[in-house]
């Protein structure tokens, strides 16, 4: 059923769907709501589109043709299939929903943020579940946003890609954290820039991962490079690397702090020039307006809200972004 000048619209087929059932213009015209002229002109009107008569006398009534017949058939499952497709989006009832989110995320993140989120989908969603991920490369990022098997990014690299939807969450200041007996521990007041890039670095991001780090990046826009003496597949290896080392290690002001209380570590202000640290959440257009993602959103920025009331945060300093 090949439309002609593109003149084949869904109207037109709801009215050929119409008068193969009901076999009669002045009952399809009565259905419509239209006058009998005017369904008789679409009658005419397609059959010049189809080239087949489609209704035909047979006595005293009309029958439709083996084309019509055709039609019709085919008629019914398309347009049942366009009304599924046109109907509003379904309302997303977290409580009963088995829905599988998957979300990646900084390994930096995990203590802070990940506890809060599955606590709040076990109150709220009991019977979904998320997988988490560590964060791919960049082309392989926009691609599992761009196919659906990626649900959010939890970022904080200096320049997100443009073409994903952002929402801030969180900023904090920059840090570096020492050993409690490395010489820069009596340091007061914040580092150099010459200073801090003469010292052996401790990463949770290996070289080919820079433009993912907070820390690396923003030194690449400054046009400079770091030595980075150890680079770790997790953060929490990083208190165990640092104790005792000659290295220095630089993140977001909450985390460092945490270090120091949990270890014999010494925090030092970074270089001026770093600025603060921003956390977002990032998204692709293609799950923008889904009930379900819009609802997984909001619970992740909720459980981020929640750091800066809850009496055991772990995240003192934080300071929560405008959206």
Not at 16 to 33: D, F, K, P, Q
Not at 110 to 118: E, H, M, Q
Not at 197 to 207: F, Q
Request: glycine share 6%; net charge negative.
């Amino acid at each position: 059923m090949e439309p002609v000048n593109g003149a084949f619209d869904v109207r037109l087929m709801r009215t050929l769907l119409l008068l193969v059932t009901e076999c009669s213009v002045s009952r399809t015209a009565e259905i419509l709501g239209q006058t009998q002229p005017t369904v008789s002109l679409a009658l005419k009107r397609l059959r010049e589109l189809i080239g087949d008569p489609i209704l035909v006398r047979s006595g005293g009534v009309l029958v439709p043709t083996e084309r019509g017949l055709e039609l019709r058939a085919t008629l019914q499952r398309l347009l049942v299939d366009i009304d599924a497709l046109l109907a509003p989006l379904p309302s997303f009832d977290p409580a009963r929903s088995e829905r599988r989110f998957r979300i990646a995320a900084a390994n930096c993140l995990d203590s802070a943020f990940l506890p809060r989120i599955f606590a709040r989908l076990a109150e709220e969603a009991p019977k979904a579940s998320i997988d988490v991920a560590t964060l791919p490369g960049p082309d392989e990022l926009m691609a599992h946003l761009a196919d659906g098997s990626l649900d959010l990014v939890v970022g904080n690299w200096p320049r997100p890609p443009e073409q994903l939807r952002l929402a801030p969450l969180l900023s904090t200041s920059i840090k570096c954290v020492v050993a409690g007996d490395h010489r820069l521990a009596g340091t007061v007041g914040p580092l150099g820039m010459d200073q801090y890039l003469a010292e052996r670095h401790l990463s949770p991001s290996a070289d080919v991962m820079k433009q993912y780090s907070p820390i690396d990046g923003r030194l690449m826009e400054l046009g400079l490079n770091r030595h980075i003496a150890a680079s770790v597949p997790e953060y929490a290896i990083v208190p165990r690397m640092l104790a005792g080392s000659d290295l220095i290690f630089t993140t977001g002001a909450p985390f460092a702090e945490q270090m120091a209380e949990t270890g014999n570590f010494v925090v030092i202000d970074a270089p001026v020039a770093f600025g603060c640290m921003d956390f977002y959440l990032l998204w692709h257009d293609c799950k923008h307006h889904s009930p379900a993602h819009i609802w997984f959103r909001h619970l992740v920025k909720a459980a981020v809200a929640d750091l800066k009331g809850s009496a055991d945060a772990v995240l003192p300093m934080l300071r929560i972004a405008a959206e």
